[in-house]
């Protein structure tokens, strides 16, 4: 399995409050990527990165933010939990120039 | 633009009898392709990749998919299933070369596996 590692793993939260998903990969991948998964449907690509201080917007609009400060580090927060927000959030990375991309075991978030 | 359609959202076999899960793609560019399987509650593993070489491309566990062009068609495949099979199978299209933006996920097939 790949070296990409996602907390927590579950997480149950009320609105408003604000949360921050983690993600860490020790492959030296200088890509990484959020993904937005609801059941059943398909992944959506939400933020991704190029490498340290590289932020980017993906296909899918998002009210969470994203920060590179580290290389093998890329954390997903919302300051405002809403039922919206309720989905799995997938964390992968990938080499430069590699389409290939290794996911971690994901995040399930229920916004009450 | 790219897509990726999954022609069956469920497939039920017996174990021991041959696995077929369909995909089509549309692209305006040569594609690459991949099949990857989301276990429950672990995260996506490629199964195997399609990148311009052979057509007929090999993947982990005996599972293995042809690139038809002329059908526009990445199936995935394997002769005799296994109960540990059973997961949710997901065919990505990339025709960016690599991008951050260039995988487009197909909404997945669930494969049931009968004893």
């Known amino acids: 399995e790949a070296d990409i590692y996602q907390t927590p793993r579950y997480l149950v939260i009320g609105t408003g409050k604000k949360i921050t998903l983690e993600c860490s990969q020790t492959?030296?991948?200088?890509?990484m990527y959020w993904y937005q998964q609801d059941p059943g449907m398909e992944l959506h690509l939400i933020h991704y990165?190029?490498?340290?201080?590289?932020?980017e917007k993906g296909d899918l609009s998002s009210e969470s933010t994203v920060s590179r400060i580290r290389t093998e580090h890329f954390p997903l927060t919302l300051e405002s939990a809403r039922p919206s927000h309720t989905s799995q959030y997938l964390c992968?990375?990938?080499?430069?120039?590699?389409?290939?991309?290794?996911f971690g075991p994901g995040t399930r978030l229920l916004v009450l | 633009a790219q897509s990726v359609t999954q022609l069956d959202s469920h497939v039920s076999v017996s174990e021991g009898t041959p696995v077929l899960l369909r995909c089509n793609y549309s692209?305006?560019?040569?594609?690459?392709l991949f099949w990857y399987v989301q276990h429950p509650n672990k995260g996506l593993q490629l199964l195997l990749k399609y990148t311009s070489a052979a057509t007929l491309v090999k993947g982990i566990n005996g599972f293995e998919a042809e690139f038809k062009k002329s059908e526009t068609s990445f199936h995935l495949t394997k002769p005799s299933a296994h109960m540990s099979d059973a997961a949710e199978y997901f065919c990505?299209?990339?025709?960016?070369?690599?991008?951050?933006?260039?995988?487009?996920f197909g909404k997945g097939t669930h494969l049931i596996i009968q004893p």
């Open positions: 992968a990375s990938s080499l430069a120039g590699a389409e290939t991309q290794y």
């Open positions: 492959m030296g991948h200088d890509k």
């Open positions: 990165s190029y490498g340290v201080n590289s932020t």
């Open positions: 692209s305006s560019y040569s594609p690459s």
């Open positions: 990505v299209v990339s025709d960016s070369g690599g991008g951050a933006d260039g995988l487009t």
